[in-house]
């Protein structure tokens, strides 16, 4: 087999990029905080109408805390329709609002407006811990749902093990969540709510992701796209790659 030819040093070199015929785990980039929680557009869209709720309930009432954070909610998905910008979180902003609205105004109290926040994290909780007591992590399906590769993952140990932990992780969120606003709501701390629900809200559930994500990368890492489960390479595939400075070349395999 003839020797494989040096590379001409004067040409310039290829970024290093991933072997085989898709990206390995190892060179993805990292997540960052900001786009696990939707980024700086993502916070804003879902603490304006509650500190707007909190602001007018204490100076004008309850009615008008209610008409206020509605409308709120209501102006910050047409500035992003008018803008062109991404509406998902504040519609799913304006959805939230509304219906603890509506629970505010037949308890007809203000802290009335966190009660369904409080009584989604208890059920998320009950949920989550039943779902490992049943051997069936929540924490699998959903890796699942992100990467057909992890369809299999109750027969393969290490797979399962990280989908239990990524399950507990976000049981203790919403456990989190819970406790604290479910106190200061029997203390009846409108205010605090406030601050809690914005402080256990987006932020919280981008640290969630993150912790998430580092969690299944460590204890079930994929194998590189274009080769099965087992690591071996599909069909068509170089059977063998030398590293050659920042390059990766085939190398054919010898010859009887």
Do not use: H
């Amino acid at each position: 087999m003839p020797p494989v030819p040096p590379s001409d040093p004067s040409l310039p070199k290829p970024a290093p990029g991933p072997r085989g015929s898709g990206r390995e785990r190892g060179s993805e980039p990292p997540l960052s905080l900001a786009e696990a929680v939707g980024g700086p557009r993502g916070i804003i869209d879902s603490a304006i109408p509650t500190v707007a709720f909190v602001t007018v309930n204490a100076e004008a009432g309850l009615t008008a805390a209610i008409i206020v954070a509605i409308a709120t909610a209501l102006g910050l998905v047409v500035l992003r329709l008018v803008r062109r910008e991404p509406v998902q979180q504040a519609f799913s902003g304006l959805f939230a609002v509304g219906f603890a609205a509506f629970i505010a105004s037949r308890t007809g109290s203000a802290d009335g407006f966190f009660l369904p926040s409080i009584a989604k994290n208890a059920v998320c909780s009950v949920v989550g811990l039943l779902s490992i007591a049943v051997g069936r992590p929540i924490g699998g399906y959903v890796m699942a749902g992100f990467d057909r590769r992890y369809t299999g993952w109750r027969e393969d140990p290490p797979v399962r093990r990280a989908a239990v932990w990524a399950t507990l992780v976000w049981i203790a969120v919403f456990g989190v969540r819970f406790v604290v606003q479910g106190l200061l709501y029997l203390a009846g701390e409108t205010g605090w709510l406030a601050a809690a629900n914005i402080a256990l809200g987006l932020p919280l559930f981008g640290v969630a992701v993150l912790a998430t994500f580092a969690i299944v990368r460590r204890l079930a890492p994929l194998p590189a796209k274009g080769a099965d489960p087992a690591g071996e390479p599909v069909a068509g595939e170089p059977a063998a790659l030398v590293e050659t400075g920042d390059l990766a070349e085939p190398v054919e395999p010898p010859r009887p």
